[in-house]
């Protein structure tokens, strides 16, 4: 059999599809865990958790190092209350798909007041000091960091994530803001929102009627705390200083049987200039912009998949959106 140009441009494709499957399907694993910041000494361990403020060893990350020929984003993660700073095989597929790299660092396990949120706090400005000095070692770019986390991580890290530097190139949180940290008007988390705050996902679990009002019961738990309203009132402050394009929202991850990091590849793309996957199910308020710097880098099994996208669609389809 003699293969047109056409049919060995689509052998060429299906190769590197397989390729691609096999390279995502590849478990992921952190490439180190329990590494100290800070005054931590070791051994470190769980054993020795859960984390309260005079405890030293809390001061530890975990690290999966993307491969890459280049140093790679950092997303600097922060776990929710009674949480670890350990991710599963799939949450940490979701950042090697991106060409990101993770550094998810422990301080306080559960935070109870504020002299607990004063110890996170200071103990990320370590962390940030500690991604710059293991930089080489990790291939990590100290310069493009995506700030993240959950519940109480979002609200640890919300200070740093607008502090204006401009390291931080977006954020990607999780139930971000719970409704304890908005009591008595507090009005903090608003404030720290200036005409410098980065690109932002926020992402929830829970689920508001459209448009989002702050009367909002959630589903499916009426009572959660992570109602996506308080999310609604950053892409509000967004609004009001011109920068709506620099803001997403959207809930109802839990309803429509996503996971938490599903929507950060889609994120990572808009910030890093990289290839896209969208997803069908994902209700959003808000929107995001891409851009393309130069030396974006991608990991190995998206730059294959980019690549037979590409092929197939200049084979048959033409400018065709593909959705996964």
Not at 140 to 159: F, H, Q, V, Y
């Amino acid at each position: 059999l003699k293969l047109t140009p056409v049919m060995s441009s689509f052998t060429a494709y299906m190769s590197l599809l397989a390729a691609a499957t096999v390279a995502v399907a590849q478990p992921i694993t952190w490439t180190e865990t329990f590494l100290p910041y800070g005054s931590a000494t070791l051994p470190l361990g769980l054993e020795y958790g859960p984390y309260l403020r005079d405890n030293p060893k809390r001061q530890h990350v975990h690290v999966l190092s993307t491969t890459s020929d280049k140093p790679t984003p950092v997303y600097v993660y922060a776990h929710g209350n009674g949480g670890t700073a350990n991710m599963n095989a799939q949450e940490l597929s979701k950042f090697a798909i991106a060409g990101t790299s993770v550094v998810s660092w422990e301080s306080v396990t559960t935070v109870q007041g504020a002299e607990d949120q004063l110890a996170c706090r200071s103990d990320l400005d370590l962390v940030r000091a500690w991604i710059e000095t293991h930089a080489a070692t990790y291939n990590l770019d100290p310069n493009r960091i995506i700030m993240g986390g959950r519940s109480r991580g979002s609200g640890i890290s919300w200070g740093m994530a607008h502090s204006g530097k401009p390291e931080i190139i977006g954020l990607y949180m999780y139930n971000a803001l719970p409704d304890p940290g908005w009591a008595n008007g507090n009005t903090m988390h608003l404030t720290a929102v200036t005409a410098e705050s980065p690109p932002a996902y926020l992402a929830y679990g829970p689920e508001c009627p459209k448009p989002i009002m702050q009367d909002c019961v959630p589903s499916p738990k009426p009572t959660d705390i992570h109602n996506p309203r308080n999310g609604q009132k950053i892409v509000d402050r967004y609004k009001e200083l011109g920068m709506e394009n620099l803001i997403t929202l959207t809930d109802g991850l839990e309803n429509n049987n996503m996971g938490v990091y599903d929507l950060f590849p889609d994120f990572a793309a808009s910030l890093l200039g990289t290839t896209t996957v969208t997803h069908k199910s994902s209700p959003s308020s808000g929107t995001t912009t891409s851009s393309n710097p130069s030396g974006a880098t991608t990991s190995l099994a998206s730059r294959i998949l980019a690549s037979t996208f590409t092929v197939l669609g200049a084979i048959a389809f033409g400018n065709v959106a593909f959705f996964c």
